[in-house]
Structures are given as C-alpha cells and as structure tokens.
C-alpha cells in the first residue's frame, strides 16, 4: 500500500507508474451515489476547462460489466497543502503569498468565469505543483450557479470564507482546523492586536511585515461573520496580487486573468448520454498503469 497517497470520503488515490517512468495520480471512487455525482462533476468541469491553478484531469476509465470507476490526474509532486501545513520544515513567505495568490486566482476563475462555487475549499483540497504552483482539487461538492440570482445567496460567499481560513492556516504555519468560529471572529474585528498571535514565528521575524499583516487584514475581511460584508474573490485576488505588485509576483495588472480558463480536449464524448449510461468513457491507454 506504499503506492497509496490519499484516502477520502470518495475514493483511493494511488501514485501510479508509467513504463516510461512517467508519474500519474489514479483515484479509485467507492461504489456510491457519493462517488457517481464526484465523478460527473470532475469530468463536466476538470475534463473541458484547463486553468493553471485547478488540477487537470487526464482522463477516466470505467471497464464495462464492473463497477469500477478511475479518475487520472496529472501527479503533483508536492502533495496537499495540508501535510506540508503539518511539517516541521516551514514554506517561508515568498511560497506563502504565491499559494495564496494562486487559490485566490483559481476560485475567481471559478465563480466570475465558469459561474461555480467549490463549497469545499481547505488544505486537503490544494495540491502542490512543481515550484508549489497551488491547484485546487475535489470538486464533489461543486455547484453551478443558477441564473435565478436568489437561489445563489450566499453561496460564493461561502467560498470567501473558507479561503480566509486557509489564509489563517497559511500565515499560522501549520493546520489547526476550523479556527474561524464567529465568536473568534468578532473579537479580531475589534481588536485586529490580536492577529499577532496568528502569525507563525518564522514569517514574523522576516522582512516582509507590512506584506504579513496585509495579508492577515484581507482574510479578516474574508471570515466576516455577515457574508454580504465578505469580499468577492475578485476584490480578494486585487488585494492580494497588490501586496506583491512592487516585486512583480503579479504580471496581470489589468485581471485579465480571470477569461484565461481555456478548453481542453474534451474527455467527453460527443453523445449527450455519456454520463447517464456510466458505462462509456475514456478508456486508458495500452500503456498500462504500474501500481
């Protein structure tokens, strides 16, 4: 079970071997309702549209007459944000502010391109790329916003909230959970001191202070307990991408980035009913999978 780099609700990823010595990820889903509506998801979303921070989706393999269901990503070689949240070697400010940027970049694609909302956004959900490029992953939770205006209330908001709390847990240094209850919150919007002790020991001693509380200040904003006083994630990349504006980490001033999600080669077939049979799809090559 070496080859095993995840466990979830959903399924079992697997780093697997190409002959070639190539590296994929291959999430093996559960037998569930759960796992069928994860898969039409990631499929629908991951297998049409690329964007440099939502992980790709290589393809997807259901063998007809079983119930075995697998997903194929692109492997990322430094793991979850989560288990380098939790190691005792820290990831310094300047990896810091691009994790950050890149999230806030890849959630405003979402909802201000594809019309979506993650609803699940947290370090388990973050991979890291090569030079720790952030992607966001786990879209089971996903939601396409509805064009009744009433029915989205909220929704994205939810989004900026739990972004904010990544920010607190990036900042901190390690994962301590959901630190962001609303009674916690009201004592940091009265008094913003106590945003001292949120910030990790490392990062504080360095010097890049001002860039620090900035970026504390914007997931204040982000956890606020009234969603309608949360920031979009527009507003929220802005900020973010000013705080290193000056040093050039930004190279899109004007956001254009936020059209830059473009299509990829549809891991879906042309018929209309290829995610009701279940049974059609993508089959892996004749290369094989070395687990």
Not at 248 to 259: G, L, R, T, V
Request: glycine share 6%.
């Amino acid at each position: 079970m070496n080859n095993v780099i995840g466990l979830g609700v959903t399924g079992i990823m697997y780093k697997a071997t190409l002959p070639n010595g190539c590296f994929l990820a291959v999430k093996k889903l559960h037998d569930s309702q759960l796992s069928i509506k994860t898969f039409e998801l990631e499929i629908m979303i991951l297998g049409q549209y690329n964007h440099r921070n939502i992980v790709p989706l290589i393809g997807f393999c259901i063998e007809e007459g079983k119930t075995e269901i697998f997903l194929v990503y692109k492997y990322m070689s430094n793991g979850k944000l989560s288990d380098k949240l939790n190691e005792t070697t820290k990831l310094g400010w300047q990896i810091v502010i691009k994790i950050a940027l890149g999230v806030a970049r890849g959630l405003c694609c979402l909802h201000h391109s594809l019309h979506m909302v993650h609803l699940n956004i947290n370090s388990d959900c973050i991979l890291l790329g090569k030079n720790f490029e952030p992607k966001i992953s786990n879209f089971g939770g996903a939601m396409f916003m509805n064009n009744d205006l009433n029915k989205n209330i909220g929704l994205d908001k939810k989004d900026v909230f739990d972004f904010g709390c990544l920010l607190f847990e990036l900042i901190n240094g390690k994962k301590f959970g959901q630190i962001c209850e609303y009674n916690q919150v009201k004592m940091l919007e009265d008094d913003p001191s106590r945003f001292c002790d949120a910030v990790d020991e490392y990062i504080n001693k360095i010097e890049f202070e001002d860039e620090v509380y900035t970026l504390l200040r914007v997931a204040r904003e982000c956890v606020h307990p009234l969603f309608e006083q949360r920031p979009t994630m527009f507003k929220v990349y802005n900020k973010i991408c000013n705080i290193w504006e000056k040093d050039k980490i930004c190279e899109n001033s004007d956001f254009s980035f936020i059209d830059s999600v473009t299509p990829t080669v549809s891991l879906i077939s042309s018929q209309p009913d290829i995610l009701q049979s279940r049974i059609k799809g993508v089959k892996l090559d004749n290369q094989g999978l070395l687990f």
